[in-house]
């Protein structure tokens, strides 16, 4: 992959060296000092590979929209039920039913929206089996278990606020009617209505807020096997009848999302071309509207997945790497229809199901999905949000499917035990990277070779805070090799740096409520060359480092 060239003077190389440490206190300096020795030691007996990075700080591009470090639970194995949700009477220590050990978890990655109720759940919701009595009913989409309701309207918003995130509702256009989402919004909203009564009643006097709306989850797929045009014409009533009526939204209104596409072939093409035209050709943005265009990519590889999510080697390491850069083509595709039909880019696509999907663990309910969370995971997940940040003109929403136990999740829990994946750790060195504003990096990647896979060795993303720091984000996807990374600043010098980097001893290392700490992070030190960063990336490592920098 290229993706441009720098020409560091052989002068500004050979100025004096010298190495920062992490801060300013020299004992800290002195352990890491250690800690890098150490590093020389243990890692390469391999040669580190030389990559330069040419940072052009001046050229700020969009806002990375916080946005795209969202996430989705669904009703689905054990995401809400055990994962988040134990009830009011459970030994586990809860606030209102809700696990007290995943709010904190979650509070510290700065979760900023969430989506619920599904997925393929979502289209066979009835929202008022979750207010007031609660109903017993199924769940046939996943493991044909009883769903009991407990975890309703009001529970869900509770949720979402003790972890500081916007709700994002996914409404049932599958098997619900404009009717039934329109009263759940006005439920929800409200301030006078005898619906709003109903939810004060149901302990709630304020309208909630309701900052995304989905209207449908994979209309063309579990979601009612619908063509294009059909779903235009459901899309245009409920977009028109289901409203916000909560009076503090009026400055920010709820967005609304459509359903887009699934793939990158033509049907999928098609279904983008069918959306945005209709968009476009609206007589009346009144009539109808949209916000958002939602596309779901999971990394599988073949259907049904088969890949193990632990227990495998460089090979499937390799492969899974390459089928999950393959957002870069995807997002580029359908970015590319939406520009023709909305080239102000007032339609955002929000990439709202992502992430791997590996083989059900042995033993585990098939419906349930349940897979292991490994470092690879950690990088693959470093490479998608690099992909939305570098396309965060049009991208502007994400949510990784999905936040506990299932598929890629953020935590794991098994009764009172509570683990963070190494996916968990990659989101939470990104933090800084929400609402910063997109710097161009210009890198030449460099090959990764194993077999006839061939991966870039590098991928580097750059962001500057609303302080004015600066941020980077590089990944060494070579698990063989440390990489040297030499980051020149056009305009600017580099002052300090400090950072963490994530590794583990292999490719598919994970954490375990036994060894909960085998994939976390650990602090790295820069050296400052001449005005430039130079740092050794360790091999298969996610790396983030903030850093000073004053004006030449
Ligand atoms: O995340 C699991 C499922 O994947 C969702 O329910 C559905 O939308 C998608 O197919």
Redesign the pocket.
């Known amino acids: 992959m290229f993706l441009g060239f720098t020409c560091v003077s052989q002068a500004a190389r050979h100025a004096k060296s010298r190495w920062l440490p992490v801060s300013p206190d020299l004992t800290r300096a002195f352990l890491l000092g250690l800690s890098l020795i150490a590093m020389a030691t243990t890692v390469p007996r391999a040669v580190a590979q030389k990559v330069q990075l040419s940072v052009e700080v001046s050229k700020a591009g969009p806002k990375i929209d916080r946005n795209i470090f969202g996430q989705?639970t669904?009703h689905?194995g054990h995401g809400v039920y055990d994962g988040l949700w134990v009830g009011p009477d459970s030994t586990i220590p809860n606030t209102r039913g809700i696990r007290n050990d995943v709010v904190a978890a979650l509070k510290a990655l700065n979760v900023p929206n969430l989506r619920w109720p599904?997925?393929?759940?979502a289209d066979e919701y009835h929202w008022r089996n979750g207010i007031g009595q609660r109903a017993i009913t199924l769940n046939p989409?996943w493991g044909g278990v009883t769903e009991p309701n407990t975890f309703g309207t009001h529970e869900f918003m509770d949720f979402v606020d003790q972890i500081g995130a916007a709700a994002y509702l996914s409404i049932n256009v599958g098997s619900g009617t404009p009717r039934e989402a329109a009263e759940w919004l006005e439920y929800l909203t409200a301030a006078h209505t005898t619906l709003a009564k109903e939810r004060a009643a149901n302990g709630h006097p304020e309208p909630y807020w309701v900052g995304y709306l989905g209207i449908g989850?994979?209309s063309w797929?579990?979601g009612g096997n619908m063509t294009p045009d059909y779903y235009l014409s459901q899309l245009k009533i409920y977009s028109r009848f289901v409203r916000n009526f909560n009076p503090a939204q009026d400055k920010q209104p709820m967005w609304k999302i459509a359903v887009g596409p699934g793939g990158s072939e033509r049907e999928w093409t098609d279904w983008t071309e069918a959306i945005m035209k209709a968009y476009q050709n609206r007589e009346w943005s009144w009539s109808w509207d949209i916000n958002g265009l939602s596309m779901?990519s999971?990394t599988v590889g073949h259907w049904p997945p088969s890949f193990a999510s632990v227990g495998f080697g460089e090979k499937e390491y390799g492969q899974i790497l390459k089928y999950t850069l393959d957002m870069e083509e995807l997002v580029s595709k359908h970015s590319a229809i939406m520009d023709k039909y909305d080239p102000q880019k007032k339609v955002a696509l929000i990439v709202d199901?992502w992430g791997a999907w590996y083989a059900p663990l042995p033993g585990s309910n098939p419906g349930f999905?349940v897979q292991q969370n490994s470092l690879r995971d950690a990088i693959l997940a470093a490479l998608n949000l690099n992909i939305f940040a570098r396309h965060a003109d049009r991208v502007r929403m994400a949510n990784i499917?999905?936040m506990i136990n299932?598929?890629q999740a953020m935590i794991m829990t098994d009764k009172e035990k509570l683990v963070l994946t190494p996916t968990y750790y990659v989101f939470k060195m990104y933090v800084p990277f929400e609402d910063a504003t997109f710097v161009p990096v210009a890198f030449h990647a460099g090959t990764y070779t194993h077999g006839d896979i061939s991966l870039p060795r590098i991928d580097a993303i750059a962001a500057k805070d609303g302080a004015g720091r600066l941020w980077m984000a590089i990944t060494n996807l070579d698990p063989n090799q440390p990489v040297e990374v030499e980051a020149s600043l056009a305009g600017f010098t580099v002052k300090s740096a400090a950072g963490e980097t994530l590794t583990a001893a292999k490719v598919d290392s994970v954490n375990t409520f036994d060894a909960p700490k085998t994939v976390v992070p650990k602090p790295i030190s820069a050296r400052v060359d001449g005005g430039k960063l130079t740092l050794t990336l360790e091999p298969k490592s996610v790396t983030v480092i903030s850093v000073q920098i004053d004006n030449r």
């Open positions: 989705f669904e689905l599904g997925g393929c759940f989409n989850n994979e797929g579990c779901h999971y199901e999905l499917a999905q299932v598929l």
